[in-house]
């Protein structure tokens, strides 16, 4: 009998990489700011993905333009003998609060001028759309995926766009919790396609866990 469709579509995994924790001594949200690469333990947590990643048939590595997620992608790419493509899809999302401190208490949130900037939770009001993140986010995969059609690729993201682009995917709401978002330092989320069709998603955290509570890594 001949083999269905299904049977002959090519399997590709396109596994979105948060990156490693960064050098941010003054506790800022950095967003797309220049100059902010990673902490000696996020090189360190780049290291681990990349060993982790080692066996696996990676044959393109693509990485947001900024610093970190630069650092992040060259333990990969070295591992496989690849050039670091770049795509300003996988950018960190627009954020009106780039530049100051948003910790609890003794950030730019306690300050009434920039109450006006939080009216919105749900596009949001004070920054990049959710919507607008997801369908950079999915132009990027479905990008890599053409590169990379019956391997593997890696695209080094940002949290909230990889955390956006995961719930997309699955039909959730955009707007949530970020305290709640499954998306650690230098974590994956693999996206396993067969054909053009997308079969599982599948997480994991091969540099450890990190808590999505603490605000400027």
């Not at 003794?106 to 001028?113: E, I, N, T």
Request: charged share 20%.
């Amino acid at each position: 009998m001949p083999k269905s469709d299904s049977a002959q579509a090519p399997k590709t995994i396109v596994h979105v990489l948060r990156h490693g924790e960064v050098h941010n001594p003054n506790g800022i949200l950095y967003g797309r700011l220049p100059g902010f690469g990673l902490s000696v333990t996020g090189r360190a947590q780049a290291a681990s993905v990349a060993a982790a990643l080692a066996n696996h048939d990676i044959t393109h590595v693509v990485a947001s333009p900024l610093q970190r997620a630069q650092e992040t992608a060259g333990p990969i790419a070295a591992s496989h003998d690849l050039e670091i493509a770049t795509d300003d899809n996988l950018i960190e999302a627009g954020n009106l609060f780039e530049g100051l401190r948003v910790a609890v208490g003794d950030g730019a949130l306690s300050k009434p001028r920039h109450w006006w900037k939080m009216r919105d939770p749900f596009t949001p009001s004070w920054g990049e759309p959710y919507l607008q993140i997801a369908h950079r986010m999915l132009a990027a995969v479905h990008k890599a995926r053409v590169e990379a059609v019956g391997h593997e690729a890696v695209c080094v993201s940002h949290q909230l766009p990889v955390w956006t682009l995961r719930r997309f995917l699955q039909g959730d709401r955009l707007w949530h919790d970020p305290r709640r978002r499954q998306c650690g330092l230098a974590s994956l989320t693999s996206l396993v396609y067969e054909g053009d069709t997308l079969v599982d998603i599948v997480y994991s955290e091969p540099a450890g866990s990190s808590d999505p509570r603490v605000t400027g890594a």
